[in-house]
């Protein structure tokens, strides 16, 4: 462990930005939305109506499951534990991975090694900031929520939970780390992980199976029940994933050499017919498209069988002022559901677009870059050819999508296709700030695009529970989208074109940025 303090350090200067960043926003939502449900919300009745019109709603009882108590806090708890515990897990995988197997990948860690740094000193001193930076959030969450006058002791467990999503998912990356030699790979496997841990805890609640919720942190998260009983011994559970796994890891990492993994690299053709920029690219991309790709047409289909039925199970209050805010007063109530997801599900297809659109500064971080453009390929033309990816790839990704539940939902594909089709101008959006970003500052194209997919998720969460509205609700692309299934645009060809708009200029000047910029160094 020689050295493990010094790197803490290190983390933390490197990350100093975006982490702060994290915890700040995460801590202060907690008290926002408890301030908002009590404003909103003001009497029991009001309060057990929304609780009984959520419990009643398949797609709320999948992404945040069972509200336990209809209280201010209880609605607090079931709004937002699911969710942060989820946003908190995947930034603690991005941070894991990068400063453990990316460190591998780019040379860094073996630079290090040949100084006083134990073998294990990198890991745990990666653990060590993202364990205390989930924490600090989760604690730094507690005096907001007491301040709108719910009990302390809930609220510390509230913020405890949270805090739990983010420890889980941080072993769940260490050990990630060490199976195989690619940090993109560790990741894949990472998030895959976590997304079957919180399938678990979705079929839990959504599909009535209760036991599965026991096999998954984001079951135990909800399962703590805040304000509805305050289960404490829950957080024992996390207590031993955490320790369990992260030992799982320390061993591992006895087992391997360094730069590489337990999982052995397949060897390439012996011989291989030349494929140009683009056809390499075309291979980089393929494995990560073709994966995102099967995941989306699920969700498509699941969510098409989710909104069949809801007319009549759904026709309440809120679902008709849900309506009207999104443009399309007097829909149908499976319409509205499923516009609301389809809302969500583009964040989602936002972040999968990122992943392409930043491959090509992992390839410049790397030194990968330098050897190709030593050879007769010019700069826009590489970076085009994972531009290109990152274009079509979420075009591809929402088409099936929406071909999927288009066929599980109505049977009229090519109404649900083209209002699913309509969210890409705003994906195209994120992937234009990528590139600009990229263009212009390349050592933090992968923080600052993160950072403000955040804050637009952000903005869209603040949106919902009226905490944000006027020019800051407009900052998001996904509020110009047209809500086509509900007809209530009367010009929806305009906002489409002025985010297509946005987004080539965005990636056009990130380009002419690239052409005048040196080349990051490698490791």
Do not use: C
């Not at 030699?181 to 009535?208: M, Q, V, Y």
């Not at 890409?424 to 959006?429: D, F, I, Q, R, S």
């Not at 609700?473 to 985010?499: E, I, R, T, Y």
Request: net charge positive; proline share 4%.
């Amino acid at each position: 462990m020689t050295g493990t303090w010094t790197l803490i350090r290190l983390i933390v200067r490197r990350d100093r930005v975006p982490l702060a960043a994290w915890v700040a926003i995460t801590a202060v939502l907690p008290a926002g939305i408890a301030a908002s449900t009590a404003s909103l919300y003001a009497d029991h009745a009001a309060r057990d109506a929304f609780a009984a019109a959520s419990m009643s709603s398949p797609a709320q009882l999948a992404t945040r499951g069972v509200v336990y108590d209809a209280g201010v806090g209880g609605l607090t708890a079931w709004t937002l534990g699911s969710s942060l515990a989820l946003i908190g897990g995947l930034i603690s995988i991005l941070v894991m991975i990068r400063h453990t197997r990316g460190e591998e990948e780019t040379g860094r860690r073996e630079l290090l090694s040949s100084g006083v740094v134990g073998r294990h000193a990198p890991l745990a001193a990666a653990l060590a900031v993202v364990l205390a930076a989930n924490l600090l959030l989760g604690l730094l969450a507690v005096p907001g929520l007491i301040g709108n006058g719910l009990p302390t002791g809930s609220s510390l467990l509230f913020g405890l939970s949270i805090a739990a999503g983010g420890w889980a998912l941080a072993a769940v990356a260490a050990v990630a780390a060490q199976l195989t030699a690619a940090s993109g790979a560790a990741r894949g496997i990472a998030i895959a992980a976590g997304g079957l841990l919180f399938a678990l805890r979705s079929t839990a609640d959504a599909g009535g199976i209760a036991w599965t919720a026991w096999l998954s942190p984001f079951g135990w998260v909800r399962l703590t029940r805040p304000y509805a009983g305050d289960r404490w011994w829950v957080l024992g559970l996390v207590a031993v994933f955490v320790v369990v796994l992260t030992a799982a890891a320390f061993w591992l990492s006895t087992r391997r050499d360094m730069a590489g993994g337990l999982v052995p690299a397949r060897p390439g053709p012996a011989a291989g017919a030349p494929a140009g920029s683009f056809g390499l690219a075309a291979r980089l991309h393929r494995g990560t498209l073709a994966g995102f790709a099967v995941g989306f047409t699920l969700m498509g289909a699941l969510l098409g069988l989710a909104a069949r039925g809801l007319d009549t199970q759904l026709d309440t209050p809120q679902f008709r002022e849900l309506a009207a805010t999104l443009g399309g007063a007097g829909a149908r109530v499976s319409d509205v559901f499923f516009t609301f997801m389809m809302y969500v599900l583009s964040q989602l297809v936002s972040a999968a677009a990122l992943v392409s659109a930043l491959r090509a500064r992992g390839e410049e971080a790397s030194g990968r870059a330098d050897l190709l453009l030593s050879t007769p390929v010019g700069r826009l033309r590489w970076a085009l050819s994972h531009l290109t990816f990152a274009v079509a790839g979420p075009a591809l990704l929402l088409a099936a999508m929406g071909a999927a539940a288009g066929l599980t939902y109505d049977g009229d594909l090519a109404r649900v296709a083209a209002a699913t089709l309509a969210y890409l101008p705003a994906v195209w959006t994120v992937v234009g700030i990528a590139t600009l970003v990229f263009g212009l500052l390349p050592r933090l194209a992968t923080a600052v695009s993160w950072t403000v997919l955040g804050l637009f998720l952000l903005v869209d969460l603040l949106a919902e529970f009226k905490l944000a509205d006027g020019f800051v609700l407009d900052l998001s692309p996904f509020v110009h989208v047209p809500a086509l299934l509900l007809g209530g645009a009367s010009s929806p060809v305009a906002p489409l074109l002025g985010l297509t708009a946005t987004a080539v200029i965005l990636a056009t000047a990130g380009l002419a940025f690239l052409r005048r910029r040196d080349l990051m160094p490698s490791a």
